[in-house]
């Protein structure tokens, strides 16, 4: 299909961290969402890609695939304190997206 070029302004937080961050996000129709962010405060670089996977006249896997580099070494300690409650609430946001597509 043909690619769509976007440039998004995200806001995230978690308890007292906020934190913004622009990105390029590609949309390939029916197989994939990848997107390239620039750096903030905590993050060096962040990369993800959502891709889609046939399995069925109404359905599709999903894959995330998730790369990012944190500036400062002790952001690993909160980001593993954290990941789950930030992935399942990111993955929900995209349901919920999809859903209102319908």
């Keep these: 299909g043909i690619e769509t070029l976007l440039h998004t302004e995200v806001g ?6 906020q934190a913004s961050f622009s990105s390029q996000v590609t949309l390939t129709p029916w197989t994939r969402i990848s997107a ?3 750096p903030n ?19 599709c896997r ?3 695939e998730l790369d990012f580099t944190l500036v400062n070494a002790d952001h690993v300690i909160m980001w593993d304190m954290a990941k ?7 993955l929900l946001c995209f349901q919920r997206r999809c859903a209102s597509r319908r």
């Design 36 to 38: 390239v962010s620039e």
């Design 41 to 59: 405060e905590y993050l060096e670089a962040l990369s993800f890609s959502w891709n889609f996977t046939p399995c069925g006249e109404r359905a």
């Design 62 to 64: 999903m894959d995330l």
């Design 12 to 17: 995230v937080g978690f308890r007292l961290l």
């Design 84 to 90: 789950d409650k930030i992935i399942s609430e990111y």
